[in-house]
Nanobody, 122 residues
Framework: QVQLVESGGGLVQAGGSLRLSCAASGTILTINVMGWYRQAPGKQRELVAH???????NYADFVKGRFTISRDNGKNTVYLQMDSLKPEDTAVYYC????????????????WGQGTQVTVSS
């Protein structure tokens, strides 16, 4: 089993910055992908960014140039540096990890954190 613990959310004014962290613990051989999703009131959950074990990244168009995802494989931790925040970035941000738990495992297991609230005031 794997647990994801998010931290770093909070209140910030428009134009400010926050850094989210997500640490994975449990039975882990490798984490193939770690990513951040968000869900605002009345909207569907959407991808913000993700990063693979070899460092390949992908960003949603609405955060390109403002957010940076990074990963520390030794700590099984993913970060999301959020700069130039806008009120429309207000949402619950969820950490996601696709985990291979052991040698010989044929499937990846999908885990989600509980979410951390990001609120950007105007």
């Amino acid at each position: 089993q794997v647990q994801l613990v998010e931290s770093g959310g909070g209140l910030v004014q428009a134009g400010g910055s926050l850094r989210l962290s997500c640490a994975a613990s449990g039975t882990i051989l490798t984490i193939n992908v770690m990513g951040w999703y968000r869900q605002a009131p009345g909207k569907q959950r959407e991808l913000v960014a993700h990063i693979t074990s070899d460092g390949s990244t992908n960003y949603a168009d609405f955060v390109k140039g403002r957010f940076t995802i990074s990963r520390d494989n030794g700590k099984n931790t993913v970060y999301l540096q959020m700069d130039s925040l806008k009120p429309e970035d207000t949402a619950v941000y969820y950490c996601n990890a696709k985990v291979r738990p052991r040698v010989g495992a044929l499937l990846l297991y999908d885990y989600w954190g509980q979410g951390t609230q990001v609120t950007v005031s105007s």
